[in-house]
């Protein structure tokens, strides 16, 4: 994690500050089936690669000992959601995010 750390507000809206490849430290959430696979990769890849019509979400997270696993690691936990009404949770580094406007 950076030395600047950033504060990002549960509800805040996010896009990538730099986009490229989706980085190895960020996973998404079993949801059970519900989604594939090939949706996941594709919803996070086109997130970290820039794309502006992938909706991102900082997400609150209820289980203390979640939180605090994440926080030790840097991350934070986003919902991504693509026009069609995909929608999955991932993790990903602050520090490479930045509010959208």
Same mark, same amino acid.
Do not use: H
């Given at each position: 994690? %950076? $030395? =600047?750390?950033?504060? $990002?507000s549960v509800g805040?809206?996010?896009?990538? #500050?730099?986009?490229? *490849?989706?980085?190895?430290? %960020?996973?998404?959430? *079993?949801?059970?089936?519900?989604?594939?696979?090939? =949706?996941?990769?594709? $919803?996070? %890849?086109? +997130? +970290?690669?820039?794309? %502006?019509? #992938?909706?991102?979400?900082?997400?609150? #997270?209820?289980?203390?000992? !979640?939180? !605090?696993? $994440?926080?030790?690691?840097?991350? =934070?936990?986003?919902?991504?959601?693509?026009?069609?009404?995909?929608? =999955?949770? #991932?993790?990903?580094?602050p520090s490479t995010?930045?509010p959208a406007r």
């Amino acid at each position: 994690m %950076s $030395l =600047i750390t950033k504060n $990002l507000s549960v509800g805040t809206k996010v896009k990538v #500050i730099n986009p490229g *490849d989706v980085p190895e430290n %960020s996973t998404w959430d *079993d949801d059970g089936g519900r989604t594939s696979s090939m =949706i996941k990769k594709r $919803l996070q %890849s086109q +997130f +970290f690669g820039g794309n %502006s019509k #992938i909706l991102a979400e900082v997400m609150y #997270i209820a289980r203390e000992s !979640e939180r !605090e696993k $994440l926080r030790r690691k840097g991350l =934070i936990k986003l919902r991504l959601r693509d026009p069609a009404g995909c929608m =999955i949770n #991932i993790t990903a580094d602050p520090s490479t995010l930045a509010p959208a406007r």
